[in-house]
């Protein structure tokens, strides 16, 4: 018997990198956005809870954004996040193709289904 794959949803996925003090920078996850003028929103947002001098410790977005499909219960929980209603951060391997550019994990990721 074939699985029914259920609703799948178009969002934008930004990738993020972190830059701390004496060690240099790594990738940092991702955020998710049902669009455009919400991806900028939620990146306005990041920086306006930064303090004027650069901390120890930040993140910054990485890369090009890229339009990805997630589940229906991903995009739902990209509208009623709580944290921020600009998007959804996330870690762990990149969804979709992982974009055409920034960082990608040797170990195959960047084709994670979530």
């Known amino acids: 018997m074939k699985k029914e794959r259920g609703k799948r949803f178009q969002v934008l996925c930004q990738k993020w990198e972190e830059s701390e003090r004496g060690w240099g920078s790594r990738p940092d996850g991702y955020s998710l956005h049902v669009s455009e003028v919400l991806r900028e929103q939620y990146i306005r947002e990041y920086w306006s ?17 890229y339009w990805c499909e997630v589940s229906e219960k991903t995009y739902h929980e990209i509208l009623e996040n709580k944290y921020s209603k600009y998007g959804l951060r996330r870690s762990g391997p990149y969804p979709g193709d992982g974009g055409t550019d920034g960082w990608v994990p040797l170990h195959g990721g960047g084709h994670g289904k979530i």
């Open 49 to 65: 809870r930064m303090p004027d001098q650069a901390p120890d410790e930040y993140s910054r977005p990485d890369g090009t954004p």
